[in-house]
Nanobody
């Protein structure tokens, strides 16, 4: 499975951005899609995930109530709507696919990152 992310950019604090990630290839093997982020000098962290079948979603506490993950399975696409952005949301955002069914994204597929920068 190949993943292509887009939609990053520069926004002021309190603003909004939307990311999208399109999957191609053996998309029938996808169990869930997720977003992760990595800020400079920090480890990569989980942001949000959504099951490919059904509607279950999962969020990191730091983004609950501000970020919304959604999907369009017909387009093999996952979205991350980010509202009320804070400077601490600045990071490279990555989309990932769980191919194991165990929410194990580390061994799944990863897209290239897209930079999100939030100015104060």
């Amino acid at each position: 499975v190949q993943l292509q992310a887009s939609g990053g950019g520069l926004v002021q604090a309190g603003g909004s951005l939307s990311l999208s990630c399109t999957a191609s290839g053996r998309t029938g093997s996808v169990y869930a899609m997720g977003w992760f982020r990595q800020a400079p000098g920090k480890e990569r962290e989980f942001v949000a995930a959504i099951m490919w079948s059904g509607m279950s979603t999962y969020y990191a506490d730091s983004v609950k109530g501000r970020f919304t993950i959604s999907k369009d399975t017909a387009k093999n696409r996952v979205y991350l709507q980010m509202n009320n952005l804070k400077p601490e949301d600045t990071a490279v955002y990555y989309c990932a696919a769980d191919l194991s069914g165990n929410m194990d994204f580390l061994d799944g597929s990863w897209g290239q990152g897209t930079q999100v920068t939030v100015s104060s």
